[in-house]
């Protein structure tokens, strides 16, 4: 699906995407270079890191206009619930779309399978996601030190380097665990359900550090 299309609204973003990439601004500005990605074609004029370190970071939830995307095989007779773009300084990151059977209930999004697709618009280490998932998965429940490091080299086994246009699929199996594609081809899974729990609680639960993103992937926000 093409990522071009403008999105209609936006809205103040706080959370672990905004401190891991103003991380990689600062330590870029540190050196005098900007972020790879700052730099990538089609960005505009690059910008300075310090320049960058000032902006702002926001969210944007949106229907593209787009024909809809097909429903993933991960999850038969799913529908998309909802949709968001993740922004930072204004370069989009990753569009996220969460596919649930036509009797799904968000106030019970821990006890139904669904799918979350997350579409990459810039390049990141899979080691980098897989660290900062652990450290976002405590905001949805706790979870000892040895649990942490089983779960963080899991993902790390799992979760390859990725490309703009690259995609990381993941299905939820309540009571057994999450499994994982990237660009469609099965990578890994962890069958451990405390695990599939808090790293769908990432996006879903009411503790995530994005809500608005939260909001618009459960269809709870409408277009502006």
Not at 45 to 50: D, E, F, I
Request: net charge positive; charged share 20%; with cysteine.
């Amino acid at each position: 699906m093409s990522c071009n299309t403008p999105w209609p609204s936006e809205r103040p973003l706080t959370g672990w995407l905004r401190r891991a990439l103003l991380g990689a601004v600062l330590t870029s500005a540190a050196a005098g270079t900007a972020p790879a990605w700052a730099n990538a074609p089609g960005n505009g004029a690059a910008a300075s890191a310090p320049a960058m370190a000032a902006a702002t970071v926001s969210a944007v939830g949106s229907v593209p206009s787009a024909a809809s995307p097909a429903a993933p095989a991960q999850l038969a007779g799913s529908r998309l619930q909802g949709e968001a773009t993740l922004r930072f300084f204004g370069l989009r990151v990753y569009h996220a779309r969460l596919w649930t059977r036509p009797d799904f209930q968000p106030e019970r999004f821990l006890e139904q399978p669904v799918v979350l697709e997350l579409e990459y618009l810039r390049d990141l280490k899979g080691g980098a996601i897989a660290e900062r998932s652990v450290q976002e998965m405590r905001r949805a429940g706790g979870f000892n030190e040895a649990q942490a490091e089983r779960w963080l080299a899991e993902m790390r086994r799992i979760f390859p380097d990725v490309k703009n246009g690259d995609r990381l699929t993941g299905l939820h199996e309540p009571g057994v665990g999450a499994r994982f594609w990237h660009n469609g081809q099965p990578v890994g899974a962890v069958a451990d359900p405390a695990f599939g729990r808090l790293f769908f609680g990432i996006w879903l639960a009411p503790s995530t550090s994005e809500p608005a993103m939260r909001l618009a992937l459960l269809g709870q926000t409408t277009n502006r």
